[in-house]
């Protein structure tokens, strides 16, 4: 065979190996974890479409659902010091009803934009609020009444205004057999620094779409993704938006179900995606990058002999992606990509711990325990 010939074929298995390789076995945690905040909801940093922990200029702040006595609120903590102690400083909602699955967003100004789920009436509606070392403002709903809003995800635009996805019910009779019953659609608003829009529907076709996740990029691109019936199996689908809402697209098509993803988008506009692949008993946490409008992948990123949930994406500073996710055995897992995969980290060292969240500076989750649940710290171990 040529030399030049020999020379592909060796490319092209590095690059394979450096790509699609198996997940290595899990390597024994790299830090010990610090508390967050005590008093917690089991569910404190769910969900994994959502951001949770951001650095703002004042340090790294977190978003977590927690009780005082009454019904869940949704709270930040701050660490100054970079992860090393943590204190409550705010309650972004209030009220007589539980509030739950925050994310968060920090603009060109330091502010920190915060939405959720409040249940009014038992119902369901998002709420927004904005944070700048003291509420600008009392908290908002930006989602219609009556009907059921859900699971939002939260970006920015070029000019720092809120952009904000979530999943709805709309009223009516089922036209298509889904496995609720119900007629599920994902809806977008965004606010254009006087108001907010109409809730748009972005996901057409069978009506049962849920859990969206929302990002951007520095041009103000919007990047959705969620998981949709088809009328055989949930499937991940994905729009953009810059003008207008692209047309829907399949990322991969699958005889079985895919859920749960997250993304993540890097400067140049490159997309990094995560989702729960599940196959029977199974469930794979897979990986995709759309890399000059073509999707790349899939990758399997957990061991296929576990019960992996809950994927997180976060981009580092160099481009690294870092992808978290949470297993049956109660620990939480870590996989990062900067020109290969390397192994999978253990991040925890018991069990109980659920709904991680990544970000550049590290990772919080939630862990539950006979004495209730907290929020736990842990940074990132170096690449």
């Known amino acids: 065979m040529p030399s030049a010939a020999w020379s592909c074929l060796l490319l092209m298995l590095v690059l394979l190996v450096q790509w699609e390789g198996p997940a290595d076995a899990a390597q024994g945690v790299r830090a010990t974890p610090v508390l967050v905040a005590a008093g917690a909801?089991?569910?404190?940093?769910?969900?994994?479409?959502?951001?949770k922990l951001i650095q703002t200029p004042a340090g790294l702040v977190a978003a977590y659902s927690g009780a005082t006595g009454g019904p869940t609120q949704v709270f930040l903590s701050i660490s100054r010091d970079g992860g090393?102690?943590?204190a409550r400083i705010a309650q972004a909602s209030s009220g007589p009803v539980p509030s739950r699955l925050a994310a968060l967003a920090l603009d060109g100004s330091g502010r920190v934009h915060v939405v959720w789920t409040r249940y009014d009436d038992g119902v369901g509606k998002i709420y927004h609020r904005v944070w700048a070392g003291g509420w600008t403002g009392p908290q908002e709903r930006i989602s219609p009444s009556p009907g059921y809003a859900g699971y939002p995800s939260l970006a920015l635009d070029r000019a720092g205004h809120p952009q904000v996805v979530w999943y709805g019910i709309r009223e009516g009779a089922v036209v298509a057999p889904t496995r609720h019953q119900s007629i599920y659609e994902i809806y977008y608003v965004?606010?254009?620094?006087r108001a907010w829009s109409p809730p748009l529907l972005i996901?057409?076709?069978?009506?049962?779409?849920?859990?969206p996740a929302l990002a951007s990029d520095r041009t103000g691109r919007l990047y959705a993704a969620w998981y949709q019936y088809d009328g055989r199996a949930y499937q991940i689908r994905y729009a953009e938006r810059t003008g207008a809402w692209s047309a829907?697209?399949?990322?991969?098509?699958?005889?079985?179900?895919d859920f749960n993803p997250d993304l993540a988008v890097d400067p140049r506009?490159?997309?990094s995606l995560a989702w729960e692949h599940h196959d029977g008993q199974r469930s794979v946490i897979q990986y995709a990058r759309r890399v000059a409008g073509r999707w790349e992948g899939p990758v399997a990123l957990s061991d296929s002999a576990s019960q992996a949930l809950h994927p997180s994406v976060a981009l580092g500073a160099a481009g690294q992606v870092t992808v978290l996710w949470d297993q049956d055995d109660g620990q939480v897992y870590l996989r990062r990509y900067a020109g290969r995969w390397g192994p999978v980290v253990r991040l925890t060292s018991d069990g109980g711990n659920t709904f991680p969240a990544a970000s550049a500076a590290g990772a919080v989750w939630t862990h539950t325990a006979a004495a209730g649940a907290a929020v736990y710290f842990v940074p990132l171990p170096p690449r």
């Not at 996901?203 to 859990?211: F, H, K, W, Y």
């Open 190 to 193: 965004g606010f254009d620094g």
């Open 84 to 86: 090393a102690h943590w």
């Open 41 to 51: 909801a089991e569910d404190a940093t769910a969900s994994n479409n959502q951001v």
């Open 248 to 257: 829907p697209e399949g990322v991969f098509r699958t005889r079985a179900d």
């Open 203 to 211: 996901s057409p076709g069978v009506p049962d779409s849920v859990n």
């Open 269 to 271: 506009g490159q997309v």
